[in-house]
């Protein structure tokens, strides 16, 4: 039986044809991870057919987009804009991976969608972010400066009364302001939630060894139920931005109100792995192929989510 072809890649490089299956999730069978066969639509001709030598994947599972200059960013998101428009299902698509990697995008669109988030600017004006400061420590508020464009925590200042806002280089060229919310010195924590296909998979609760909670910054976690206004918000958070799957970070205010932070559309799970009793990659792989490409997934049977 052969399996269906899907692209699993953790790097999008120069060159469409890197896209394809870096090995087949066909029989993953140390892994327990089976796909059926499956027929192609009938609109899908293959690349050999288009004169190209080779057929295009069923399906690709983006797992990061490699970092380079922004002509070889944008080449790369345009393979996946061009996958998608060939109807190869990308997973996440280049929408969604752009909507989120853009932190004032993901802002535009929480707020356009009515999900309660913190209190955030966005310039290019020294002058404005400066303004902006002064304004929010005049009534005892810290700001967070985070990077457009970062994960995992790096880059982050946090801005209290007397501080002076980071240079042009250093943030190049846009200041990114979101108000912060303390938890209490020495208690800092977050939610993340893993969704996808419209449902909560996983969630915990991270406990930093500073304000920044990020597992790569030494966090500890701790597995809790995603259920509740914890697990509709993020959902609501995944579908603003159009992802198949995300990882949702959350907090509560002092008035146990739930905020999202942000949205990461190419999250990583090795952390919350660690509190989950299933394999995440299974139940994403499931949602994949079940959803986009209308088969199941073998003698996997069914993926425990609780």
Known sequence: MRGAQVGFHRRVHREGQRLRAAGQVAREQQRGAELAERSGPAHRRSRQEAGGGEREPDAVFVR??????FEQVTLRLSVLHALRELGVPVYNDARAIERSVDKSMTT?????????????????RESVARGILMRETAQRHEL???????SQGKGLQRLASGAS?????????VWYLQRFLNCGE????????????????????????????????????????????LAGL??????????DYAGVDLMRDADGRWLVLEVNSIPAWRGLQAVTPFRIAD????????????????????????
């Open 165 to 173: 806002v980071p240079g042009q280089n250093e943030v190049r060229g």
């Open 186 to 229: 020495g208690k800092w924590h977050d939610w993340r939630v893993l969704v996808a296909g419209g449902r909560p998979v996983s969630a915990m609760l991270r406990r930093g060894r500073s304000w920044v909670t990020n597992v790569a910054r030494g966090a500890r976690v701790e597995a809790v139920d995603a259920q509740g206004d």
């Open 144 to 150: 967070v400066v985070k990077p457009l464009f970062g």
């Open 283 to 306: 139940v994403l792989a499931r949602d994949l192929v079940t959803r986009h490409l209308g088969q199941a997934l073998g003698r996997l049977g069914p993926v425990r989510t609780r």
């Open 64 to 69: 990061s987009i490699e970092a380079g200059s």
């Open 234 to 243: 993020a959902i609501e958070a995944a579908e603003a931005v159009g992802a």
């Open 108 to 124: 535009f669109l929480l707020r356009r969608h009515g999900i309660p988030t913190l209190p955030t600017w966005v310039t290019e």
